[in-house]
């Protein structure tokens, strides 16, 4: 087996033909795989398809619907959009709650979609690239399960908690920055675990709650949230927001109801809509052309914007193919062969 560069267009066909084999519908085979496909098109390896393997064991388990058809409950006359995912993955209920999102967000200058009773699964960015698409910033979160010390606690109870925000540039791609609120995301950790590598220090504690950079002990043990007290802080306010506010899951209640952290996490997000220009009417100047303003003064002093290496390795993609090595082209061959059968 050799390494090989496949289309965008044809590595999306075989990660969906892997979730057909899988069980998986349409609806949910199609927005999974279009995530995935975006982690390894922009060179995110922690959200491509090293994660294919995550969606199945969590399939297999019965702790997902791969059936599931998401539905976009009524609220009329509020700027509240919901989507009950039925208890599918959280990328093919935002597909169906998008536009109304974008309606919404248009007529009253924000809106917000919910959508509960879903697994989330992989980065948040897509998703907030697809909210700027329509002209809108947005604002999107979610917690996890707890596998994050609070700082000052000895003990996993925060989700990684991840938080992404974009705003629209019309004529270039969209300031977008995609974080989680811990030190650095589970995958990461996973990764160099599989690497064989240590953790850069600062990232984790073992099981008693000493610091450790030994990737096995720290994902028995607990990360620390980024910043110390304020990603703790921020951490915390997903909880509320996306998880208690919204009537789903905390992170505490996800790990209860999973019993491990080897499946994707079952919770809720909350995504946030808003119109630059219905903000700033009245007002002199136009949003977007101010907002160029600060991004050309921020690069103009040497700093880089967030998501450039992305965008870069996008066009790369896009132009050449993407890259897949060896294991990896044996990795597709054997998951689309064998279907959930390949799981453990």
């Known amino acids: 087996m050799t390494d090989l560069t496949v289309t965008v267009e044809a590595l999306q066909q075989r990660v969906e033909a892997i979730f057909a084999k899988a069980g998986l519908n349409s ?21 491509g398809i090293y994660r294919i393997e995550g969606v199945l064991r969590t399939v297999k388990a019965g702790k997902v619907s ?19 995912a039925k208890g599918g993955f959280a990328n093919a209920a935002f597909e169906l709650g998008l536009p109304a999102l974008t309606e919404r967000a248009r007529a009253s200058g924000l809106a917000a979609l919910v959508i509960n009773d879903c697994t989330h699964f992989s980065a948040l960015w897509p998703e907030v690239e697809a909210v700027t698409a329509q002209g809108l910033a947005g604002l999107v979160m979610c917690p996890s399960y707890a596998t994050v010390a609070p700082t000052g606690g000895n003990k996993p109870l925060l989700g990684t908690n991840p938080l992404a925000f974009g705003w629209p540039r019309p004529n270039g791609s969209p300031y977008v920055f995609d974080f989680a609120t811990s030190v650095a995301a589970r ?26 950079t030994d990737p096995q002990e ?10 110390g007290h304020k990603g703790s802080a921020i951490g915390t306010m997903i909880e509320l927001l996306a ?34 220009k219905a903000f700033a009417a009245g007002r002199s100047g136009d949003p977007f052309a101010r907002a160029e303003l600060l991004f050309e003064a921020i690069v103009g002093q040497g700093a880089r914007l967030p998501s450039e290496r992305r965008y870069a390795a996008r066009s790369k993609s896009v132009a050449n193919g993407i890259a897949l090595t060896a294991a990896e082209v044996e990795q597709l061959d054997r998951l689309e062969a064998l279907g959930l059968d390949a799981i453990a």
């Open 218 to 227: 720290a994902l028995a043990g607990a990360m620390l949230p980024f910043g």
């Open 27 to 47: 609806v949910q085979a199609g927005a999974i795989a279009r995530v995935i496909i975006a982690g390894e098109r922009d060179a995110c390896k922690s959200h």
């Open 66 to 84: 791969p059936d599931a058809l998401p539905v976009l409950v009524e609220q009329e006359n509020s700027a509240i959009v919901r989507v009950d």
């Open 243 to 276: 998880g208690i506010m919204i009537g789903d899951l905390t992170s505490p209640e996800v790990l209860d109801y999973l019993g491990t952290t080897t499946l994707a996490p079952r919770h809720g997000e909350l995504i946030l809509a808003f119109s630059p």
């Open 187 to 212: 995958g990461e950790m996973e990764l160099y675990r599989r690497a064989g590598k240590p953790l850069p220090d600062g990232w984790a504690i073992d099981a008693d709650g000493d610091p450790t």
